[in-house]
Nanobody, 118 residues
């Protein structure tokens, strides 16, 4: 059984930083790509960033230059460093993963709340 467990969310002020972590577990689980999506109240879930096992990254335009994703393949863990946070970054952040050949994320964490006050 595959599990993705996030940690690191919280309440911060605009301009602050937060670091999210997500550990993937499962006896033979070695995802090709891991990443983060977020969903703000009343909005659709959106892709924030993704990193492949080879280190290739993708970022939403709204977070480029402020967020950095990194990955420890040996630990099946992905990190999201969020700097210069804005109130519009407020959302539930979901860790996600997909196997090679999958076009979309197929594994999801339970989500962690990030709230940025102005």
């Amino acid at each position: 059984q595959v599990q993705l467990v996030e940690s690191g969310g919280g309440l911060v002020q605009a301009g602050d930083s937060l670091r999210l972590s997500c550990a993937a577990s499962g006896r033979t689980f070695s995802p090709y790509a891991m990443g983060w999506s977020r969903q703000a109240p009343g909005k659709q879930r959106e892709l924030v960033t993704e990193i492949t096992s080879g280190g290739g990254t993708t970022y939403a335009n709204s977070v480029k230059g402020r967020f950095t994703i990194s990955r420890d393949n040996a630990k099946n863990t992905v990190y999201l460093q969020m700097n210069s946070l804005k109130p519009e970054d407020t959302a539930v952040y979901y860790c996600a993963a997909r196997n090679y050949g999958d076009n979309e994320f197929t594994y999801w964490g339970q989500g962690t709340q990030v709230t940025v006050s102005s």
